[in-house]
């Protein structure tokens, strides 16, 4: 079942040489474990995607361009559709932004 996604959450780029965490700045009050859960609108370059080292296709300092977030969840906060860690985000550059690794506490059964 894919989780949800929060601030801080670790993302890479297909085309970048290094992760790189995800700033949630679209909503103030849905939380999970005290971090605030991502939404579609998470996508301003170096604001929520800040760079992933050196860009393969530009062959320098990458500078994300993401366009739109793919395989969100049906569900919304304030009419923004929550991230999940199945989402993708296409760069306009060539590169696919996905989810490393979720900011998270996992609980086992």
């Known amino acids: ?8 959450t ?3 780029c297909d085309k970048g040489t ?3 965490p995800l700033t949630v700045t679209s909503q103030s009050f849905m939380s999970i474990d005290g971090k605030l859960q991502a939404t579609e609108e998470d996508k301003q370059p170096n604001t929520n995607i800040k ?5 393969s ?15 969100t969840s049906d ?3 304030e009419s923004k ?6 989402s993708t985000c296409r760069c306009s550059v060539g ?11 996992f609980v086992t059964e």
């Open 1 to 8: 079942m894919p989780q949800h996604i929060t601030d801080t």
């Open 10 to 12: 670790q993302l890479k």
């Open 18 to 20: 290094s992760p790189s």
């Open 51 to 55: 760079p992933f080292g050196m860009c």
């Open 57 to 71: 296709v530009l062959r320098f300092s990458c500078t994300p361009a993401p366009i739109k977030w793919d395989n």
């Open 75 to 77: 569900f919304e906060i």
């Open 81 to 86: 559709k929550e991230l999940l860690d199945t």
């Open 95 to 105: 590169g696919k932004i996905s989810i490393v690794k979720s900011a998270q506490n």
